[in-house]
């Protein structure tokens, strides 16, 4: 995956940070605005920032039917917090999420922004704890079978895949924590 083009949603929220990330790992990416930013990308990130906002503008620049077209297709996608219930067949507030992956969420389930924290959370997929950073994170409060539970926190899944789809409710960009991106291109993308 090094050699193709990684593509983070840059319409709200903390993409610059993931662009960081990624750059710092030898990946190449760039910001996704449009649908030509999106048709050149060959994974895309989706940011945590304010899914209310992100949504709005997704519909605003008539990104959603492309997004969702190529994630049907295959793209491979990873969605951290608000990327996490964009991605969500249901949100506890009645929002309207992509539906691509299908696990429910309740947003900001941790507490408000004060009760931000930063947590070691557990998983038998990587080596040693995974470092993030739970922000007004939500909960993932239904996962059928067929989506995996990578890691948890607390006995709930704060990160699960389904196929080329992997989803985060904390933020390991925040934390530098790299494992998670190197997953996401080495293991989803190319299992795809």
């Given at each position: 995956?090094?050699n193709k083009l990684i593509g983070?949603?840059a319409?709200?929220?903390?993409f610059?940070e993931h662009?960081g990330?990624?750059?710092s790992?030898g990946y190449r990416c ?9 048709d050149?990308?060959?994974a895309l990130?989706?940011p945590g920032g ?7 503008l997704i519909?605003?620049?008539a ?6 077209k190529?994630?049907e ?10 990327g996490?219930i964009i ?9 309207a999420p992509?539906g ?11 507490g ?6 930063e ?13 993030g ?5 939500p909960?993932?409060t ?8 990578l890691?948890e926190?607390?006995g709930?899944p704060?990160?699960v895949?389904k ?21 996401f ?8």
């Amino acid at each position: 995956m090094v050699n193709k083009l990684i593509g983070v949603l840059a319409l709200q929220g903390d993409f610059a940070e993931h662009v960081g990330l990624l750059r710092s790992c030898g990946y190449r990416c760039q910001e996704v605005r449009n649908i030509h930013d999106l048709d050149a990308s060959d994974a895309l990130v989706i940011p945590g920032g304010e899914s209310t906002a992100i949504i709005k503008l997704i519909d605003r620049w008539a990104l959603r039917e492309p997004l969702v077209k190529r994630i049907e297709s295959g793209m491979p996608v990873f969605g951290t917090c608000a990327g996490a219930i964009i991605l969500a067949r249901a949100s506890s507030d009645g929002e309207a999420p992509l539906g691509v992956l299908d696990i429910s969420v309740t947003r900001n389930a941790y507490g408000r922004q004060t009760e931000s924290f930063e947590a070691e959370v557990a998983s038998p997929h990587f080596d040693g704890a995974l470092k993030g950073a739970f922000i007004r994170a939500p909960v993932i409060t239904d996962v059928p079978p067929q989506v995996e539970v990578l890691a948890e926190y607390g006995g709930d899944p704060v990160l699960v895949r389904k196929d080329h789809l992997l989803a985060s409710t904390f933020h390991p960009e925040i934390a530098g924590e790299t494992r998670v991106h190197r997953f996401f291109l080495e293991v989803v993308c190319s299992s795809n």
